[in-house]
């Protein structure tokens, strides 16, 4: 994540909705890694008199069904929310970059297996891997990452294919082939560096779907389990909690959501125009 705010201000210094997309994932980032100094209470902790409280002075979003401090879990349920698509982009980055340059730099069937694998694996929805990982390890935040990386792998490899294609056939290149350097050293040292821009942006882009996918797979109850702390989870149940009259958890998580991925997404789409 740091990594990706970098990157944005680099890429769009002058855009100010770009910088308050920015300046919003560097606040939940540092809230984040605060969690244990500034969240209020245990999140885990039950207080029977706070069950579905409403917001207080001393409960700023009041209390879940189990009288558990809405604040405190917000803030700790943004740790798994966050790092799991931060994990399935990263890993799937490095390997869509490394098999788009093998494709690219070796051609013939080499590229011809690549293109056809990514074919498939860009054809099945994320979901699905991620159920099946599921049903192979059982639930939990791992078998999740380890599905949607494979399902996201493709996001990344398909464009940067075409863009080390592109870069495979320009005069530097071939320079630097004609001058006996290896070709392991001429893809890291030469076309890595100016693919970075585009692995970047496209990561990033497909940053705010991954969270969305995660989340969804933790409202159906089989990524994070209970009874840790994460926005997706919030959701599911806080609407439980709606249906007895307080709706602040369901609402307090879903707009965290919302917010992390419009300006995650905003930031991708602003990289992109600017690379």
């Not at 189990?66 to 490095?94: F, K, N, Q």
């Not at 040292?189 to 705010?208: C, E, F, I, M, Y």
């Amino acid at each position: 994540m740091t990594t990706v705010l970098l990157a944005a201000r680099r890429a769009v210094p002058r855009d100010p909705l770009a910088r308050a997309a920015a300046l919003l994932l560097a606040i939940v980032v540092c809230l984040t890694l605060a969690a244990p100094l500034i969240a209020p209470y245990d999140p885990d902790l039950p207080d029977l008199f706070n069950t579905l409280g409403y917001a207080t002075p001393g409960h700023w979003l009041g209390g879940d069904a189990l009288g558990r401090d809405v604040l405190s879990r917000l803030i700790w349920g943004a740790r798994p929310t966050l790092l799991g698509p931060v994990l399935v982009i990263t890993v799937s980055a490095v390997i869509g970059t490394a098999l788009a340059i093998t494709a690219a730099w070796c051609g013939g069937w080499v590229d011809t297996a690549v293109s056809r694998v990514l074919d498939v694996l860009f054809a099945v929805p994320g979901i699905v891997f991620a159920l099946v990982a599921v049903a192979v390890m059982g639930p939990g935040l791992t078998p999740v990452v380890v599905g949607l990386t494979v399902a996201y792998t493709p996001y990344v490899a398909r464009v940067v294919r075409s863009a080390a294609l592109r870069e495979r056939a320009l005069p530097y290149i071939a320079a630097a082939w004609v001058q006996g350097r290896p070709a392991l050293a001429i893809c890291l040292r030469h076309l890595l560096p100016n693919l970075r821009p585009l692995v970047v942006a496209q990561s990033v882009s497909a940053l705010g779907y991954a969270v969305i996918d995660l989340a969804a797979i933790s409202f159906l109850g089989l990524g994070v389990q209970p009874p840790t702390a994460d926005w997706g989870l919030m959701v599911k149940s806080g609407l439980d909690s709606a249906m007895r009259g307080n709706a602040i958890e369901a609402v307090a998580a879903g707009a965290a959501i919302a917010l992390v991925v419009c300006a995650v997404n905003l930031l991708g789409d602003r990289m992109e125009k600017n690379r």
